[in-house]
């Protein structure tokens, strides 16, 4: 069973930065399209961005394009988010995600249903 252990959420100012983590076990050679989701209350689960662990190839969503990098350190079977420049709409409960995915044309798309394994979230508040 493919369990899911995100990290690294907080409170910051306007401006600031945060890196989320979020660690795959067991460890395994296994490909998977991970990605970062977000909730807001009351508001539907958006995707931010995706990345294929096989070769690092990432998607993006246009909100956060230029202030959000997701990244993967095989070695730790870890997903990174950073986030820079964190505006107060980017307040959210934010979600890692995967998918096993030995082989794959273009990028991991953004669509919650497509994800069979889920972090529990880790919640992340900009405010002043």
């Known amino acids: 069973q493919v369990e899911l252990v995100g990290s690294g959420g907080g409170s910051v100012q306007p401006g600031g930065s945060l890196r989320l983590s979020c660690r795959v076990s067991?460890?395994?050679?296994?490909?998977?399209?991970m990605a970062w989701f977000r909730q807001a209350g009351g508001e539907e689960r958006e995707g931010l961005a995706s990345?294929?662990?096989?070769?690092?190839?990432?998607l993006y969503r246009d909100s956060v394009k230029g202030r959000f990098t997701i990244s993967h350190d095989n070695a730790k079977n870890t997903l990174f988010l950073q986030m820079n420049s964190l505006k107060s709409e980017d307040a959210a409960m934010y979600f890692c995600?995967?998918?096993?995915?030995?082989?794959?044309?273009?990028?991991?798309?953004?669509?919650?249903?497509?994800?069979?394994?889920w972090g529990p979230g880790t919640q992340v508040a900009v405010s002043s």
């Open positions: 995600a995967a998918r096993l995915v030995p082989s794959l044309y273009g990028p991991c798309i953004l669509t919650e249903g497509w994800y069979n394994y």
């Open positions: 990345l294929w662990t096989a070769d690092g190839t990432a």
């Open positions: 067991p460890k395994s050679n296994n490909r998977y399209c």
